[in-house]
């Protein structure tokens, strides 16, 4: 219940600010959509690549690409809000007055989850809307939505972790920039198999690649290697927690 | 007794030019971001050289074009950023109250940033010419891609000085970083115009003066002395230039009364 009382407060606070400030809720709509938007219809000639093989089209492609990113960076949007509460002293008020500070950690990420559910909805509504070939079935598509809300969950950990240890707010580009890189080093405009040259290579050790390929997989209703991406992802949510509860434990040190 | 304009101009240039070189923050990611996702892009989209009608077998040279542009739109936010800054702090005030003159602060502004766009060219064309690209244009091509880069941060960092006096707030200068980030991506920098088959974004893609802008670099590095891309780049950089002096001017008069 103590904890529960914490998860639930911090939670409501963040997700209402997110909602009710349209500087923190538009980028984190718009971005998705713009980068669904840009790729889906400028790049759309990429699927007549000799090899490219993804049965539901282009749009479908890269649908699984946006919801992957705009979960990641939903949860380091969310992170940006834990420096900012950490800079304005209100952390530390949190801190004293809560009875659980495992909870604070817990609640913010709970935010980022629901905060991204809305960023989902809208982004699903309007990838259905332009005519996105949907091949998998109710299963495959939980798969998907819930192999993105680990993602988040990753994101919003990492960015947590940095956000508690720095406590500022000029930490943002240390938290997004790592995110950034490792969604672009994957396959993101083709498979893997059409990427050439140090791009297959460092794609090929990237975990977000096996993300990618099972999501699109799952989205096609054709998915493969499943279990090593919900491994991959659910190792990396484990690490980053450790990472974020440490972080915790370095804010507190700090006083 | 006011000093020659010249020397007004260059006093505030170097300031200008100085402020950016210090701060890290400012220097380099325009000069580090567009490079590395143009590496990043070069790498994920090399496939689509295998498209028929695509223009050169080098995904890295066609998109070299695109971070002269991306870099200029920092430019954009770099003026627009130090300039209101100026205006919040209240260095601006106190400037009005020297004999400096207005055109001078703005030319002086202004050419700090065409300082700052020739060096970010000399960069991207360096790192293009290491990592093989021939540019088709040669060493005169080369010449006129520095003349065009100082033409368009002309443009962009009047474009900049406009949105700083108007709004005299550096908050909304970088809340409007992803508008112009749309134009950016809603145009030809990832597929030649002709290669775009959805209708709508080829429509929108066609009326972005971005896209002529892009192709109108890219034209020096993968096709030659292509006159019709670079009647167009040209023209749009010098009607945007014009276009955004005369905003930016007005937009510094309306400030000046007000201070």
């Known amino acids: 219940m103590r904890l529960w009382g914490v998860v639930s407060g911090v939670a409501w606070r963040t997700l209402k600010n997110v909602i009710t400030t349209p500087s923190l809720l538009l980028p984190s709509l718009m971005f998705p959509l713009f980068f669904f938007v840009a790729f889906a219809g400028g790049l759309s000639q990429v699927q007549n690549v000799p090899g490219f093989d993804y049965p539901n089209g282009y749009t479908a492609f890269q649908f699984v690409f946006v919801l992957l990113q705009s979960a990641a960076f939903g949860g380091v949007f969310t992170g940006f809000g834990v420096a900012r509460d950490f800079e304005g002293g209100f952390a530390r008020r949190l801190m004293l007055a809560s009875p659980n500070r495992t909870g604070i950690v817990i609640g913010y990420g709970l935010a980022a989850i629901l905060r991204w559910c809305i960023t989902a ?135 | 007794m006011s000093s020659p304009l010249l020397t007004q101009v260059g006093a505030l240039a170097q300031r200008s030019i100085m402020r950016t070189a210090r701060q890290p923050a400012s220097a380099i990611p325009p000069l580090i971001f567009p490079v590395a996702l143009l590496l990043m892009n070069s790498g994920g989209l090399k496939a689509s050289t295998e498209l028929p009608g695509f223009p050169t077998d080098s995904f890295f040279a066609f998109a070299l074009a695109v971070p002269f542009i991306q870099g200029a739109l920092f430019s954009t936010m770099n003026a627009g950023t130090d300039l209101a800054r100026d205006i919040q702090t209240g260095f601006f005030s106190r400037l009005s109250l020297t004999p400096v003159r207005g055109s001078a602060l703005l030319a002086g502004q202004i050419t700090g940033i065409v300082v700052l766009g020739i060096v970010q060219a000399v960069f991207y064309i360096s790192v293009g010419l290491l990592l093989g690209v021939r540019f088709a244009s040669g060493p005169a091509g080369i010449a006129l891609l520095l003349v065009y880069a100082a033409l368009v941060a002309v443009g962009f960092g009047a474009l900049g000085s406009f949105l700083a006096l108007r709004t005299g707030s550096g908050e909304s200068i970088q809340g409007l970083f992803p508008v112009l980030f749309v134009f950016l991506f809603i145009s030809s920098m990832n597929t030649p115009r002709d290669l775009i088959a959805v209708p709508w974004f080829h429509f929108l893609a066609s009326i972005n003066p971005v896209s002529y802008l892009i192709e109108c670099v890219r034209s020096l590095i993968i096709t030659g002395w292509d006159a019709r891309a670079l009647a167009l780049g040209f023209s749009i950089a010098i009607v945007l230039a014009i276009l955004a002096l005369i905003a930016a001017s007005w937009a510094l008069s309306r400030r000046m009364e007000r201070t």
């Not at chain 1, 996105?132 to 947590?160: E, H, Q, R």
């Not at chain 1, 209703?221 to 919900?230: H, I, N």
Request: glycine share 14%.
């Open chain 1, 121 to 255: 909805t809208l982004l699903t509504v309007i990838a259905l809307a332009s005519g996105m070939k949907v091949g998998g079935g109710p299963v495959d598509l939980i798969g998907l939505y819930t192999l993105a809300l680990i993602i988040n969950i990753c994101g919003f950990f990492w960015s947590a972790g940095i956000a508690m240890r720095l406590r500022t707010l000029q930490a943002g580009p240390l938290m997004q920039m790592p995110v950034f890189l490792l969604l672009f080093l994957a396959p993101v405009y083709v498979p893997l198999a059409l990427l050439g040259g140090a791009m297959h290579a460092v794609a090929k050790f990237n975990p977000i690649t096996y993300a990618l390929g099972t999501g699109r997989g799952l989205l096609a209703g054709d998915a493969t290697q499943v279990g090593l991406s919900f491994g991959l992802a659910l190792a990396l949510a484990l690490v980053f927690s450790v990472w974020a509860l440490r972080g915790l434990r370095s804010a507190e040190a700090a006083g």
